[in-house]
């Protein structure tokens, strides 16, 4: 029974809309809470910024999916017990509408149901570690609280079954891997998050990526949460580039380091349709733009002394800009080579 795609458009259309209304009402609640980003020596902004990103892209998350959980599961649903067989052809416009809404509505109340747990266990890590971020933004926790608490979050995502295996038979070995996945890719983000839009849009290409292979291979829960990220990441993305009225924060660009890890994890990428072991590989196409980043810092930094967790002006963002691009141009330059490695990665995938 294959997915309706319009329900992708679906997905990406209710969390943009979610993300993009609530946006202005979180800057209003982080201002009044004086949860705002003021310039300093190593920013380049002149005024103080909300840090409510992350909370919007959260809110564009949750509300389609308390409207799916609504629909697929409170007094109203769709009766899907007669049609599955009928011709399309011959039906009426109407009824082929139903015939869509039924089929999607069959099919995500069954993959839900198989998947609550582990999906359960990424909102709440989602969740989780959106409040690490806050409080980082809150308070500036020490390193090692930071730290701990998103240990704490990948061990959660693990234990609920969303784990990498590489094909080692070894339940240490998938543990180990996976949270050095997600820790790894939290802090990708949140490193490279140092120019108006960049974090963001990055976010977006990788989520979109992620989504269409999935939804390609007939991953369809992969490929609505994908979607979803994508959408919800879209709707802040016009308040953040090309001039910010709003950023991420360290809650925004967790969550999206978090989600973008996820998403990495979830998808089947070796299949009996494609038995190619290098195929796991594609995650490492999708976000090598904030790899490299991560790998660079750390190497540099490591290089001249320096703990890796120190903030400098010395990612690949910045000495774009010495040589002499504008932070716009910086910034759609490394969204270009995101995509051509993300279309890289479509191409392997099919």
């Known amino acids: 029974m294959p997915f309706p795609f319009n329900v992708y458009s679906v997905a990406v259309a209710s969390a943009f809309s979610a993300a993009l209304v609530s946006l202005p009402l979180w800057s209003k609640w982080c201002a009044r809470v004086g949860l705002i980003d003021e310039p300093n020596h190593r920013k380049i902004h002149e005024h103080s910024v909300p840090l409510a990103g992350g909370l919007a892209v959260m809110t564009g998350l949750v509300v389609p999916l308390l409207a799916a959980a ?46 609550a747990v582990p999906l359960a266990g990424i909102i709440l890590g ?17 390193p090692r609280t930071k730290f701990f608490g998103q240990l704490c979050i990948a061990f959660l995502v693990a234990a609920t079954g969303v784990r990498i295996t590489l094909f080692v038979n070894s339940l240490v070995f998938h543990y180990a891997l996976t949270i050095l996945w997600i820790l790894t890719l939290i802090n990708a983000f949140n490193f490279i998050d140092n120019m108006n839009g960049l974090c963001a849009g990055l976010a977006a290409i990788a989520a979109w990526y992620f989504g269409v292979i999935a939804a390609a291979a007939g991953q369809y829960l992969v490929a609505l949460i994908a979607f979803l990220s994508f959408g919800a990441v879209l709707g802040f993305l016009p308040f953040n580039f090309p001039r910010a009225r709003a950023f991420l924060g360290d809650a925004g660009s967790h969550l999206l380091g978090y989600l973008l890890a996820v998403l990495a994890i979830l998808p089947h990428f070796y299949t009996p349709l494609h038995p190619r072991r290098w195929a796991v590989l594609i995650p490492l196409f999708v976000l090598g733009i904030p790899l490299m980043d991560l790998a660079w810092v750390i190497v540099f930094r490591w290089q001249i002394g320096q703990p890796f967790y120190q903030a ?5 963002s ?15 330059l490394l969204w270009l080579a995101s995509a051509v490695l993300g279309g890289a990665a479509f191409l392997i995938a099919n």
């Open 70 to 115: 609504f629909v697929l599961f409170g007094p109203f649903t769709f009766d899907n017990a007669d049609w599955i067989t009928a011709p399309r052809e011959s039906a009426p416009a109407g009824t082929v509408n139903a015939r869509i809404n039924a089929t999607a509505t069959s099919l995500l109340q069954y993959g839900l149901s198989r998947r």
């Open 126 to 142: 989602a969740a989780g570690i959106l409040l690490v971020g806050f409080l980082d933004d809150k308070y500036e926790l020490r």
């Open 312 to 316: 400098d002006t010395n990612h690949l």
């Open 318 to 332: 910045h000495r774009l800009v010495r040589l002499g691009f504008s932070p716009r141009r910086a910034v759609l």
